[in-house]
């Protein structure tokens, strides 16, 4: 019996994210839903500020470290 494919970015609905830079005016952004198509993986934005700001984008530049970094930091943080 072939064992089940692990899912790509389980966690990643609910999970936070703060742009290294200002994404359509905010930093804040949680992921609210998530998309599959063929083998990548895509995840709707929300920023947290302003929920009518919202947009998709392929999971993997969320690994990007220069673009986007895990849960909410303080400016501090950003520009330390």
Do not use: Y
């Not at 970015?9 to 804040?28: D, E, I, N, Y």
């Amino acid at each position: 019996m072939p064992k089940p494919k692990k899912q790509k970015f389980p966690h990643l609905v609910g999970s936070k994210w703060t742009a290294q830079q200002r994404t359509m005016g905010w930093r804040h952004f949680q992921v609210v839903n998530r998309k599959n198509q063929g083998k990548l993986v895509f995840a709707e934005l929300v920023a947290s500020c302003d929920p009518t700001v919202r947009f998709w984008i392929n999971a993997t530049v969320l690994k990007n470290r220069q673009l986007w970094k895990a849960g909410w930091q303080t400016l501090e943080e950003i520009t330390g």
